[in-house]
């Protein structure tokens, strides 16, 4: 039956220094290297293994696939990149210190940044210096200046639905490589989780999140792979 994994990357930079992200590029810490490789071991003892891979066009989410696959032994099945897997795009707060952002603007303000459903941070400068407009993997899109979720679910859903979900009927195993916000509008859709409460939804690094679906492609409850 068809299997889908979602691996948050894993632990990025500016994920240890506390910054927001969004589409500036980060490598992988020390830390994140060995929770991919991690997963893949996981993968590999539960008898979980892919048969194809989508990811972003970011580095620590393609770098967290590789790591994954090189441990799960399937370093060679098919992948797919894709921009609307991307990291939501965190506007003029990119780079910034959340901590220093809270001490500025308050704890509520950058709450609703972060965490709202549909109420977009700041909108980035055009010409700043972690504008990835200039960057030539986007050459064929127009960037955004930010993202809200709701926002982010707009670009991810329809790629599930025209990319993704034809593969799984197939009755493959899929694994997304992808970031926090990309697969929490992904758990959304599949888990049916109100508004209000995907604000609450945390999706932790280097942890697989397995869904099983019938022969209907009706998925079941979401699990860790560690818990199953």
Known sequence: MPKLILVRHGQSQWNLENRFTGWWDVDLTEKGVEE??????????KGVLPTIAFTSLQTRAIKTLHLA???????????IKDWRLNERHY??????????????HG????????RSFDVPPPEME????????????YAEIDVPYTESLKLTIERVLPYWESDILPVLARGETVIISAHGNSLRALVKHLS????????????????????????TMVPGERYYLKDS
Request: proline content about 6%.
């Open 36 to 45: 991919a490789k991690e997963a893949g071991r996981l993968m590999r003892e």
């Open 69 to 79: 696959l090189e441990e799960a032994g399937r370093l060679w099945i098919p992948e």
């Open 91 to 104: 506007g003029g707060l990119t780079g910034l210190d959340k901590q220093a952002m809270r001490d500025k």
């Open 107 to 114: 704890d509520e303000k950058v709450h609703v940044w972060r």
């Open 126 to 137: 055009p010409g700043s210096e972690f504008d990835p407009g200039a960057d030539e993997r």
């Open 192 to 215: 049916n989780i109100s508004d209000d409460d995907i604000t609450g939804l945390e999706i932790p690094t280097g942890q697989p999140i397995v869904y099983d679906f019938d022969d």
